[in-house]
């Protein structure tokens, strides 16, 4: 009934190899974009915590953006990894603080990967924004 063709395993694996590597490919940096955005959000409100809800005298929100992009920079620091800042207006006494981190796909973790086969990977963004009262030291929405 079934009859075996001496190679064609070989054939079958050389068929489906460049499948199962584009598929790890995918898989590992999910995963490392998932476990990055973990990381950038903990840090993220951490850093606003620590440099923006209770600023130091006369420090203004530009530089509370400084200091909290540094933050993450040195906490996250990757080949792979951008980061911005900004604030925006004081309503109410309520100074909100975005920051976007940029995740560029990597080969399995090692050094940025910026395409291949002519494709190119565009970078993954991930948003994350916090309010606190510019009146109030402490206090965080």
Do not use: W
């Not at 004081?90 to 560029?104: D, K």
């Not at 190119?120 to 965080?140: D, M, N, R, T, W």
């Amino acid at each position: 009934m079934f009859r075996k063709i001496p190679g064609q395993m070989t054939i079958e694996f050389v068929i489906a190899f460049p499948a199962m590597i584009a598929v790890a490919f995918v898989a590992i940096n999910a995963v490392l974009f998932f476990s990055d955005c973990a990381s950038f959000d903990r840090v993220f409100r951490n850093a606003v915590c620590t440099y923006a809800a209770s600023p130091a005298y006369e420090q203004g929100t530009g530089e509370s953006c400084g200091l909290i992009q540094s933050q993450l920079e040195e906490s996250l620091s990757r080949d792979n990894l951008r980061f911005q800042v900004s604030s925006s207006g004081v309503e109410g006494g309520m100074v909100t603080f975005s920051a976007q981190m940029y995740f560029e796909p990597t080969l399995f973790g090692k050094g940025r990967l910026s395409g291949v086969f002519g494709f190119s990977f565009p970078p993954l963004s991930h948003g994350e924004q916090i309010s606190v009262s510019a009146y109030k030291p402490g206090l965080v929405f």
